[in-house]
């Protein structure tokens, strides 16, 4: 049976869908929901576990940070059969977005440069409409906010979206005011590359997150919400998924 490379699992460990992660705390706490939970071995500091949520057989693994290590991930992934994807986090935020409120991915605003080798036109693409309806409905059912719009992703994130000096400052609020023209949602570093990704491999994405850090004030969401927000993230992302 075949097996992933980085990955180092086979077909038989895997769902029909994944949700991906970049913290690896954060497949520990999705575990913690699933039936019958198998962690896989650590490779690479890339962290597994798949296990039953509603009857379903569901995969989560964290990849870290950035798009290149993230689209390996879903690359093997979808090679060993897995159909559906969710990117589950947290993304800078702007207006009308409040903090701790839902934003789901629609179309793309690409500056990452992974995107180029799946698609020609790395801004064509949009999430997948079903999963986006999936998550609409399972949103429903809770009290939580979900803003539905363009996601923009960069790969430099101390030069295109969070300054430490002055003079970067000057560059982060350019980006910043050619965002809100383009009415951007949120910002990651992630879901360009996986939207294309994944329609260059013919299966299914969509990038649901947590709007955690002010795109204008830079203000981060407090550790008590963000948990709570975090636990709304896992379930509205698992009933979703598992409802295809
Ligand atoms: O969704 P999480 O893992 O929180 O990741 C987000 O935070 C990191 C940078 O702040 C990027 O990887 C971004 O996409
Ligand atoms: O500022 C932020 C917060 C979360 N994720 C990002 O990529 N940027």
Excluded at 70 to 91: N, P, Y
């Amino acid at each position: 049976m075949k097996s992933a490379w980085y990955l180092g699992y086979s077909q038989a460990d895997v769902g029909d869908s994944a949700l991906l992660a970049g913290d690896p705390d954060r497949v520990d706490r999705i575990a913690l929901l699933l039936d019958d939970a198998r962690p896989m071995p650590v490779k690479r500091g890339l962290k597994s576990v798949t296990g039953t949520y509603a009857g379903k057989k569901v995969t989560a693994v964290a990849f870290g940070m950035g798009a290149p290590i993230a689209t390996v991930v879903l690359h093997e992934l979808a090679d060993l059969g897995v159909k559906s994807f969710m990117r589950i986090g947290t993304a800078m935020y702007f207006a009308p977005v409040a903090p701790g409120d839902f934003v789901l991915s629609d179309r793309i605003a690409c500056f990452e440069g992974t995107s180029r080798s799946y698609v020609d036109d790395v801004e064509a693409q949009r999430a997948d409409a079903g999963l986006n309806r999936a998550v609409a409905t399972a949103v429903a059912a809770g009290d939580a906010k979900l803003h539905t719009g363009t996601f923009a992703t960069f790969d430099a994130f101390y030069r295109d979206m969070f300054a430490l000096d002055a003079q970067t400052q000057a560059r982060v609020d350019a980006n910043r005011t050619m965002l809100a023209e383009r009415g951007v949602v949120a910002a990651d570093m992630e879901t360009s590359a996986l939207v294309n990704a994944a329609a260059a491999l013919d299966v299914r994405f969509t990038s649901l997150c947590v709007g955690t850090v002010d795109g204008v004030t830079r203000a981060k969401l407090e550790p008590e919400a963000m948990a709570a927000a975090e636990h709304r993230l896992f379930t509205t992302a698992l009933n979703a998924i598992t409802s295809l």
